[in-house]
């Protein structure tokens, strides 16, 4: 039988009600007896049922996720998925908000995340691109009591916070293994589009890719990152004027989570480029199923938020994870697999 309170308490020589203070960090209890309670937790090995605590408390955790206003398609992925997770947690009193941010903006990010209350929010998940005033934000966040996560783009130098998502260099790794096996064995040239190059994810993909490429296929030569920043008229001109200057194009990588104006702009080219994308989203399914994409690379959007929750709730009950459950897998989809 897995041990109860009145085990734990029996073990440690002290009441029920101490115990319960113990467990609540709740003030009146000498340091030495909170010693004594946690030192018998772990000689019997005792876990805490937080669902059954939770609901006696009437207890709620709430989350917040941060997320751009830009990739359409990507992103109405995550929102159905929050929602679906909010269904499946609300038996453990596990509910999440979505509120959508300028990601080009990090002083207006700074200053939301400098508003945020944990008498109003218990964790939050962030998807930004790396800027100094937002990692300094979050990490205030963490010293105020709200916990924190990185979510699919990653914030360095934050030792409080996890990342939930892919291994980027790895996919990015993967990408370049794809494209050397797909794209012709003569010289050619790589097309690389980015919405931007400030985000982490976008860097570590870019720094894998070359990384394959230039060890393993010294033929294909990677040009520089062309950036977006989401905006189709900017898309249009910038890839336009690539395919003029550099004529044809053995190979495109679209490195960022939403393909669909990119790709759209690169299919008016006419080109026969070998394609490889990253995300799974009805345009991406379409695209590849047609032969416009080669191959697609992804992560799973329910994973992502399910994770993501699990973590900040750990985090609230000062929980370690279970690693292995939070490992975000790459994935890799050709035509025949979808």
């Known amino acids: ?37 946690n030192q018998a937790i772990e000689k019997i090995g005792f876990v805490r049922n937080m669902v059954a605590a939770n609901l006696a408390r009437g207890k709620e955790y709430r ?40 990601d080009s903006d990090p002083h207006q990010i700074a200053n939301l995340l400098g508003g945020l209350d944990a008498d109003g929010v218990d964790g939050v998940a962030l998807m930004a691109p790396e800027f100094p005033q937002v990692r300094d934000a979050m990490a205030r966040l963490a010293e105020r009591g709200i916990a924190t996560v990185s979510f699919i783009s990653g914030q360095v130098g934050l030792a409080q916070q996890d990342f939930i998502g892919i291994d980027n260099r790895a996919a990015g790794a993967t990408a370049g293994r794809l494209m050397g096996r ?10 690389v589009v980015a919405e931007t190059m ?34 189709p008229d900017r898309s249009a001109r910038i890839i336009r004027a690539s395919f003029a200057s550099h004529g044809a194009i053995a190979g495109v990588y679209v490195l960022g989570s939403e393909a669909r104006v990119p ?33 697609l690379i992804g992560q799973d959007p329910g994973h992502l938020v399910r994770s993501a929750m699990r973590i900040l709730r ?16 790459i994935e890799i989809f050709i035509r025949e697999n979808l």
Do not use: W
């Open 314 to 329: 750990a985090r609230c009950d000062r929980r370690e994870i279970l690693a292995s459950q939070e490992k975000i897998r």
């Open 198 to 231: 400030h985000a982490r994810d976008s860097l570590e993909r870019r720094l894998g890719f070359d990384e394959v490429i230039h060890a393993d296929y010294p033929h294909l030569t990677v040009l520089p990152s062309l950036e977006t920043y989401g905006d």
């Open 182 to 191: 797909f794209a012709p064995q003569n010289p050619g040239k790589i097309l």
């Open 63 to 102: 989350f917040l996720f941060l997320l751009p206003r830009g990739g359409d398609q990507f992103l109405a992925g995550l929102f159905a998925r929050i929602d679906e997770a909010n269904l499946a947690f609300a038996p453990e009193m596990m509910r999440a908000e979505v509120r959508q941010i300028s």
């Open 263 to 295: 790709l759209e702009i690169i299919t008016a080219q006419a080109s026969r480029a070998t394609t490889i994308a990253h995300e799974r989203t009805p345009f991406t399914e379409a695209a590849l199923l047609s032969g416009q994409i080669d191959a």
């Open 1 to 37: 039988m897995r041990p109860t309170t009145k085990d734990l308490a029996l073990a440690a020589g002290v009441s029920l009600a101490t115990v319960d203070r113990v467990l609540n960090d709740r003030s009146g209890v000498r340091e030495d007896t909170v010693k004594r309670v």
